[in-house]
């Protein structure tokens, strides 16, 4: 079950230096969330508090996730995958970390695997499998870990277009079909499209919302290749050159 975010003039410094400022959003319970920007523009620090990795007295304005002990997993760039362990090992990790037992945690990471089609590779270590595949491993940690909110931060930029395209494809379905809540902040336009009900875009010294376009036919039969599609990203775009 999906998480409830809700952010209200959300700002961040770092001393003198204004990052973030009047930050203001809200995802449903299951709903999805895009960030596009240039770089520097603070996506990562946005992404950073609502994974709660940012100190409540860091930042200013208010930020909520209802329920609030809400699970949360964070994709980054790298996967964060520990080399030295096995596919298996690296799923097993945070469920360790929680305590869950050993018997639930291996229960647990091998479903995850399974229902990614990923079986096969549960005895391999990080470099012995694609950059796709570690994409998707990483997923898989996060559905073990039984996040609510799930936080991506330019999740296939390692893979090449066309499997970055499938695993996009992949990802909006599994998300929506657990009812997950998610954010992902990207530089590709394309990518927030297909990502996120809605589509912020970040703008400005310090950066704020300078756009920010609904996204309703999302989920819609074949929406990659629709009208509604290229019409959004064209709109998304254009805010980008403008911000």
Known sequence: MG??????????????VEILRDISFEIPAGGSLAVVGSSGSGKTTLLNLIAGLTPPGAWEGEFAVDPPGAGRSYLMQDCA???????????ELPLALARVPAAERRARAEAALSELGLSGLAGRYPGE?????????????ALAARADLVVLDEPFSAVDAIARERL???????LAGKGLTSVVATHSIEEAVRLGDEVLV?????ASITARFGNPGRCGPGFRSTEGFFRLALAVRRALEDA
């Open 3 to 16: 998480a409830r975010v809700t952010a209200r003039g959300l700002g961040r410094s770092y001393g003198e």
């Open 81 to 91: 995958l520990f080399p030295w362990k096995t596919v298996l090992a690296n799923l």
């Open 129 to 141: 499998i694609s950059g796709g595949e570690r994409q998707r491993i990483a997923l898989a940690r």
């Open 168 to 174: 996009q494809d992949a990802v909006a379905g599994l």
């Open 202 to 206: 970040l703008g400005g010294r310090p």
